[in-house]
């Protein structure tokens, strides 16, 4: 069994400052994480994903996210908030012989000028 | 073409009206995925096909119906559809192990935007 929270619904930066996206998961399995963006009208794109190597993870746009397996977490984090950061964002895990993948309900990322 | 497409990219129809949406992945992935994203919903799972397995949500109404003819075409065909299916319907594809599983991550296409009069 699996299951994933994002811990906000919401979250309201101003440009140019950090950005946090929390995310806790839970696995029977050695789980796989990633992180989708979803700009408006548009389909999903992979932002990051981790899968047993390196526990910080590196993505796209400046996003990296650590895996914590004590906290099971995956914050996705940047340093510094641009206007086109706005969007929604989902955790996912998926693991073991599912061919299910489980995600949050999503975190709506603000960015005020 | 690259990546996941999906035709059309609107849709408005009546309830009466038959139709269906198509994905198409160019990736040499052997898993295809139907999702239905409704404003203010959560992301649901509508169907998976997988190494020749298909797993279904139960919770989706028999008016959505799916075809997998091959690995690389998915269809949905929709009859008799109610204003509440007025969503935006992704297609997803991702490579699935020999073993089973999916830990490789899912490629979207842009989604139908359907809405449902």
């Known amino acids: 069994a699996q299951s994933v929270t994002q811990l906000d619904s919401h979250v309201s930066v101003s440009e140019g400052t950090p950005v946090l996206l929390r995310c806790n998961y839970s696995s029977s399995y050695s789980p796989s994480l990633f992180w989708y963006v979803q700009h408006p009208n548009k389909g999903l794109q992979l932002l990051l994903k981790?899968?047993?190597?390196?526990?910080l993870v590196k993505g796209i746009n400046g996003f990296e996210a650590e895996f914590k397996k004590s906290e099971t977490s995956f914050h996705l984090t940047k340093p510094s908030a641009h206007m086109s950061d706005a969007a929604e964002y989902f955790c996912v895990v998926s693991g073991g012989r599912s061919y299910i993948p489980t995600f949050g309900r999503g975190t709506s990322l603000i960015v005020h000028p | 073409e690259t990546g996941v497409t999906q035709t059309p990219r609107h849709l408005v129809m009546g309830m009466t009206n038959k139709k269906s949406l198509k994905c198409e992945q160019h990736l040499g992935h052997n898993a295809m995925y139907w999702y239905k994203q409704s404003a203010k919903k959560p992301l649901e799972l509508m169907f998976v096909?997988?190494?020749?397995?298909?797993?279904e949500n139960n919770s989706v109404p028999s008016r959505f119906s799916p075809e997998c003819p091959n690995s690389s075409h998915l269809f949905l065909h929709l009859h008799t559809l109610q204003p509440e299916d007025s969503a935006l319907y992704l297609c997803a594809s991702s490579q699935a192990g020999l073993a089973g599983g999916v830990n490789n991550e899912q490629f979207f296409g842009p989604g139908t935007r359907l809405t449902v009069l």
């Open positions: 981790y899968t047993s190597a390196a526990t």
């Open positions: 096909y997988s190494l020749e397995e298909r797993v």
